[in-house]
C-alpha cells in the first residue's frame, strides 16, 4: 500500500476497529482489575487494566496491516507497539481507554476510545467513540463530521445548543463548577476525549477542559478537536483565542460550545481557576 494516507480512507479502515475497542472495553467494564503501570506518579497516570491493552490491541493489529509505514503514539506498551517504525512526520495516536482511572474504574462520567492521523502537526482524521453512550464520532479535515448511534448509520454532524449538561474535567476547581451552576447548568465529569466532542453529545451542551498537569492539554486530548471543529463547535484556550490546531502550539485550558453565549458562560466559569 502507498506510504501516503488520505484521511477518509483512514477513517473507513480504522472504523471496525475502533468500533471492536469500544466493545471490548464495555464488555470487560466492571470485571477487570487494575494493574497499575510501574514508575507512574500518581494513580489517575498509573491505572493500566486488561481492557486498555486488548482494546489498544485491536486497533494496532489492523493499522499495522493497513499503513505499516506510519509511526505511532500509543498510551500503552503492548505486543504490536515495537512492530510500528519510529521518527515519522505522519503519526497516529491511540489511547485505547481514556481516563481508565476516573472515567472507566470509577464510573465517573464517559471514557472514551481515541484515535488520531497527525500529519505535519495537525489531525487531519480522527475517531472517538464513547462505549458506555455507544456512540461514535469521526471527522476529516475539510471533509466533515459524523456521529454513528447504535445500529445506525453515520450521519453528519452539527452542533447545536441543546441540552443542560456541562461536560468537565474531573481536575475542575469546586470554583469553577460552582460558576456554572450559577448559569444554570448541570455539571458532569467526563473524560479528556468526551469533552473534546462534549457540544455534539446529546443533551450535553458544551464542555471544559482543565489537565491535572502543568504541561496543558496533551496530544491525546486534542484527538476529537478535528471532529468538533468540523461540526462547527466554538473553540476557546484559556487566553480567549482560537484553540491551536497544531500538536505543538501549548494551551492550559480548553473551552467547547455550540454558541457564543454558551462560550461567554465559559469564559466566566473559568476565570474562577487559577491557572498561572
Not at 448509520?153 to 451552576?181: F, I, K, N, W, Y
Request: glycine share 8%; charged share 25%; aromatic share 6%.
Amino acid at each position: 500500500m502507498s506510504s501516503e494516507i488520505f484521511p477518509k480512507q483512514f477513517v473507513d479502515l480504522l472504523t471496525p476497529s475502533v468500533r471492536r475497542a469500544a466493545v471490548i472495553a464495555r464488555a470487560f467494564e466492571g470485571r477487570v482489575l487494575n494493574r497499575p503501570k510501574q514508575r507512574e506518579a500518581t494513580a489517575v497516570k498509573a491505572a493500566l487494566t486488561d481492557a486498555d491493552s486488548a482494546a489498544q490491541e485491536a486497533i494496532l493489529v489492523p493499522l499495522l496491516e493497513s499503513f505499516p509505514s506510519v509511526g505511532l503514539h500509543a498510551e500503552e506498551d503492548t505486543p504490536s507497539v515495537r512492530e510500528f517504525p519510529s521518527g515519522e512526520k505522519t503519526f497516529v495516536v491511540v489511547d485505547p481507554i481514556d481516563s481508565t482511572l476516573r472515567s472507566y474504574l470509577e464510573c465517573a462520567g464517559p471514557y472514551s476510545v481515541m484515535v488520531g492521523l497527525c500529519v505535519e502537526g495537525r489531525f487531519d482524521a480522527a475517531l472517538v467513540a464513547l462505549p458506555r453512550e455507544g456512540l461514535l464520532f469521526d471527522g476529516v479535515r475539510f471533509g466533515g463530521a459524523r456521529m454513528t448511534r447504535p445500529r445506525g448509520e453515520p450521519r453528519p454532524l452539527r452542533a447545536e445548543a441543546v441540552g443542560t449538561r456541562v461536560l468537565v474535567s474531573h481536575e475542575a476547581p469546586p470554583a469553577v463548577q460552582d460558576r456554572l451552576r450559577e448559569r444554570g447548568f448541570e455539571v458532569a465529569f467526563g473524560s479528556g476525549g468526551a469533552i473534546s466532542v462534549a457540544p455534539l453529545i446529546p443533551g450535553v451542551r458544551a464542555g471544559l477542559r482543565l489537565p491535572n498537569s502543568s504541561d496543558g492539554i496533551s496530544i491525546r486530548g486534542r484527538v476529537g478537536l478535528l471532529i468538533s471543529s468540523e461540526a462547527g463547535v466554538l473553540m476557546e484556550s484559556e487566553r480567549g483565542e482560537r484553540f491551536p490546531s497544531r500538536i505543538d502550539e501549548p494551551a492550559r485550558a480548553l473551552l467547547l460550545a455550540a454558541s457564543e453565549r454558551d462560550m461567554d458562560h465559559l469564559r466566566y466559569a473559568l476565570a474562577a481557576a487559577d491557572l498561572y
